[in-house]
């Protein structure tokens, strides 16, 4: 790996300036760099985990499908981030069990199973590293199960179009791609959409949503 790779690695994942020479030398001989088109499914529910991935451009979405067709998304992997689930699964020795997509043209850095349990075991910056990633990242779990657990559709609703609406208060976005973010289904977004319109709150076209009353979404959203 040339001195301009490594200083590419290092500007994605800081932490890794923190390796000793042993460690620093394995992920230079081991790692490589990959280029992950849109829309390319990197792991299925159900495979079996080969290698460690590290987004060092773009955006990875991780969501789990029901036998029933339900999707929710769980997490994006994003510059400077690594999978948890990648991470449990090659600890634990255990297949996929969710899937993911790259949602953007993804770069990548790719070390193989061997070397990541490798540098676990002999590097105190990788393993903290990898143990930070993975504390950041239950939080975000435990915080995503709480809101499909306890909170109302309807809050979640119009925060969630608050926050994905362009200068212009438009959310694009179809009815079943806002129930995969939501952890619902199709029909609850609808028919909750359709009361936002029956309120005056959003007008509905289709792929998107266009805000027309934003103090509307605020007091519902902000609970008051």
Known sequence: MSGSMDEDIVASFPQFAK??????RLLRDSARVAAI???TVLFQDG?????????MDGSIRVQK???????IVLYRVESGQSCVLTTNCLIAREDYAAEGIAETDVRALVLPAATFRTLLGQSEAFRDFVFSAY??????????????AFGRVDVRLAAWLRQHADSGGTARATHQ???VELGT??????????????????????????????KGLSS?????
């Open 177 to 179: 791609e806002i129930a």
């Open 185 to 214: 289904a199709r029909e609850v977004v609808s028919r909750q959409l359709k009361e936002f319109e029956r309120r005056g709150w959003v007008s509905l076209h289709r792929g998107r949503v266009e805000i027309r009353d934003t």
């Open 37 to 39: 088109p849109a829309g």
């Open 47 to 55: 495979a079996e985990c080969s290698s460690y991935v590290l987004v």
């Open 19 to 24: 390796l000793d020479n042993a460690g620093a």
């Open 220 to 224: 519902l959203s902000d609970g008051v």
């Open 135 to 148: 504390a950041a990242r239950i939080g975000d779990l435990l915080m995503l199960i709480e809101e499909v």
């Open 65 to 71: 499908v029901a036998e029933n067709g339900r999707e």
